[in-house]
């Protein structure tokens, strides 16, 4: 099928994945709306307005549930990437919409408790600490796979209530998932098979003798909610997919922009506090989430100038919206005081979505993302890059953005 407003960029192209500015910009000069092919049978609208991408993401006009969408679109997606296919994993935050999703998020707001999130802060340094101690002494390597990544598992782990004897189990299973499209099917298949397995006997182990983590809030609140076991074992498996992926890249590409940066870094190394904005302007300009799940429209309706029709899908490229220049001025120039405060940039840029589906696990992310920056370049003030930054290889990945691996030198 030939579409004749065909976006300038191709999203899965090389160039776009290492350097998608200059194709944040050609979309910018042309439709908020407009379509992409990604391969035959999946045609998606792509939002790349800042404005009419808030509004999608909050009305609920458009849902989220693949059920809401044609069979050949469903059956497109499931042979598609791996990335493409986590909405059609279980019943859970990312994939419900009201009321089930309201009975969801009520639920892991109960359980998400400020409290809670908060006791994260001091294992978090912990975490980040012990992790760079597994380092200490080597003249290199790799800040994603041996630091980022452990560290955003750690934290997840910790949040969720997985046993320290267990977590290895599951740093093995996030690099898999991390790195799925350089899997086979078969492999990312069983690695999220073996871990929604490893969650039925974790729920009965914590009816039976309660903790004081999610999976507990989450099962005392089980027969209030009405939530079966399917419910609650797809809502503890997408936190873990989607919280330990987007942590690791956020500090993965903060670390890259300093690394890449010398003003940038001074100022840090100057003013410790800057981190806080800085993270922000992470978030909008080299967030790791480039698109979140799909959106479907749940009847004809005309964006833009554009006619959708019931069922047909859209992706809201949160990329494109962090530098559309008309809400953000000069928007590829990387500026932490663009903002009045964090508080401002955060309820500014669209990182962690809009309206319902936002991420609830937003203040945890930033908080990871502030110690995992800071401790680094705190313990290897003379860190720097291995290899050229036009030598790093970018992920092949519709969904998130990061490189493959960032390795790094400690000494001379």
């Known amino acids: 099928m030939a579409f004749e407003d065909a976006p300038p960029v191709d999203l899965l192209d090389s160039a776009f994945m290492a350097d998608p500015g200059p194709g944040y910009a050609d979309l910018h000069r042309t439709e908020p709306v407009t379509r992409v092919q990604l391969r035959p049978g999946l045609n998606p609208w792509l939002i790349t307005g800042y404005d009419v991408a808030k ?39 990312l994939s419900v919409d009201p009321p089930d999703h309201t009975r969801m998020r009520r639920l892991m707001s109960r359980a998400l408790t400020a409290r809670r999130m908060l006791q994260l802060q001091g294992p978090v340094e912990a975490f980040a600490e012990a992790q760079l101690d597994t380092l200490a002494g080597r003249a290199d390597f790799d800040v994603l796979g041996e630091y980022a990544l452990p560290l955003a598992v750690e934290v997840i782990c910790e949040l969720i209530g997985i046993p320290a004897a267990d977590r290895q189990m599951f740093k093995d299973w996030g690099a898999l998932l991390v790195r799925a499209e350089l899997q086979d099917d078969a492999s990312f298949d069983r690695a999220a098979d073996e871990m929604a397995g490893y969650f039925v006997p974790l729920l009965a182990a914590r009816r039976k003798e309660p903790a004081d983590d999610l999976v507990s809030a989450l099962v ?36 890259l922009r300093l690394l890449s940066h010398p003003d940038e870094r001074a100022a840090l190394e100057r003013d410790p506090a800057q981190i806080e904005p800085l993270i922000e302007e992470v978030l909008r300009v080299d967030g790791p989430v480039k698109v979140p799940t799909w959106r479907f429209p749940v009847r004809d309706v005309e964006l833009c100038g554009r006619k959708l029709r019931a069922g047909e899908p859209v992706l809201v490229l949160l990329g494109a919206t962090g530098r559309d220049p008309r809400r953000f001025p000069d928007p590829d120039r990387f500026a932490p005081d663009r903002f009045e405060s964090t508080r401002a940039a955060a309820q500014q840029h669209l990182a962690f979505s809009h309206g319902i589906h936002h991420c609830m696990g937003a203040a945890v992310g930033r908080m990871e993302g502030r110690v995992g920056v800071a401790r680094l370049f705190a313990r290897h003030p003379e ?30």
């Not at 939530?227 to 993965?252: K, M, N, P, R, W």
């Not at 030598?391 to 092949?396: F, P, T």
């Open 220 to 255: 005392s609140a089980h027969d209030e909610e009405h939530l079966d076991d399917y419910e609650l074992i797809s809502l503890v498996y997408q936190l873990f997919f989607a919280g330990h992926e987007s942590s690791a890249y956020l500090i993965t590409n903060a670390t």
């Open 383 to 412: 860190l720097r890059l291995a290899w050229a930054p036009e030598e790093l290889r970018w992920r092949d990945n519709l969904m998130m953005r990061g490189v493959c691996e960032l390795p790094v030198l400690v000494r001379e």
């Open 55 to 93: 509004w999608v993401l909050s009305d609920p006009l458009f849902s989220v549930d693949p059920a809401s969408t044609e069979e050949p679109v469903r059956a497109a997606i499931a042979v598609g990437r791996a990335e493409e296919k986590t909405a059609l994993l279980g019943r859970h935050l």
